[in-house]
């Protein structure tokens, strides 16, 4: 039997997807998770051998819960399932440790079968996507990633700056360099953009 356990915050997502992997008689859910930091906590009690996860939760999100796995060495294999088909977040996924990345409006028998595959060490990623996110590389460093995420939420300059226990001027290079980089008028355009692309 293969083990499972999935992280969504929506709770009809969750049940659903659930229900269909308990169709599966090669596949048992061992564990269900409203966001990523009670993930963490059911996978050191349940021990799942496939951590089904979106990216966008509560507390801690699918890529820093995969990151945080890969961290500790932990031999469960990640499949990130989203809606964002973008290839910035693909690239992030598998930087991270994901062996898979499933979009939402996948037929249903991809996810079974992508289980399966990551359960055997392979990999489970959409060609057409995978193509996308080599195609044009994240040019953001992880502290100007940081920056915008914060100034994308509507913080001043020195709140990011009190946030990310910097200057006030290191933020303000941090989010210019990114609008540059970006091809931005400003921070909420470079903001937007960056959103877009995945790469926040």
């Given at each position: ?7 969504e ?8 997807l659930?229900?269909?992997l308990g ?5 048992e ?27 966008e939760?509560?507390?801690?999100s699918?890529?820093e ?9 932990s ?10 088909a973008r ?5 992030r ?7 898979g990345y ?5 037929p ?7 289980v ?14 995978a ?9 953001l ?17 020195a ?7 910097l ?8 989010l210019?360099?990114a ?7 400003n921070?909420?355009e ?11």
């Open positions: 039997m293969i083990r499972v356990l999935i992280a915050d929506q709770s009809m997502v969750l049940g659903a659930a229900a269909l169709l599966e008689a090669d596949v859910v061992v564990g269900e998770a409203p966001d990523g930091r009670e993930a963490l906590r059911l996978i050191a009690e349940t021990a799942p051998d496939v951590v089904l996860t979106d990216i939760m509560p507390h801690m699918g890529l819960l995969a990151a945080e796995l890969q961290r500790r060495g031999p469960a294999k990640v499949i990130i399932l989203t809606t964002f290839g910035g977040y693909l690239r996924a598998l930087e991270a440790g994901a062996a499933l979009l939402k409006d996948a249903a028998g991809e996810l079974a079968e992508a399966r595959r990551v359960h055997r060490g392979l990999r489970a990623v959409d060609p057409e996507l193509a996308e996110a080599w195609s044009e590389p994240d040019p460093t992880d502290r100007e990633r940081q920056a915008l995420r914060l100034a994308g939420e509507g913080l001043s300059t709140k990011i700056a009190e946030r990310l226990y200057s006030v001027g290191t933020v303000r290079n941090y210019s360099e609008a540059s980089k970006l091809g931005a008028e921070r909420v470079a903001a937007r953009i960056a959103r877009q692309k995945g790469w926040l």
